[in-house]
């Protein structure tokens, strides 16, 4: 218990575009040993589908609604996935 894989979405929205958010959120997806992936949208949001332990989730969204330093972060938005393999 505790190390069950579980999987969230992300959408974060701000100045996320363009200032290597996507790259920096890999790197702390990498550091906390998730898997998923990450793209940019068309309305200048980021997406995220992440899946690992709940704890190490909870470590990769405090560092998003930070992001790097060149980013503006306004908010990051956060969703339970039943079945990550689909989405």
Do not use: C
């Amino acid at each position: 218990m505790g190390n069950e894989e579980i999987a969230f979405h992300f959408l974060i929205t701000g100045k996320v575009q363009g200032v290597g958010f996507r790259y920096f959120a890999q790197t702390v997806a990498v550091e906390f040993d998730l898997k998923g992936w990450v793209r940019n949208l068309i309305d200048g949001r980021v997406e995220a589908l992440v899946t690992g332990e709940e704890l190490k989730i909870n470590k990769f969204a405090v560092a998003i609604n930070k992001g790097p330093e060149s980013a503006n972060v306004v908010s990051v938005e956060r969703y339970p996935v039943k079945s990550p393999e689909t989405f």
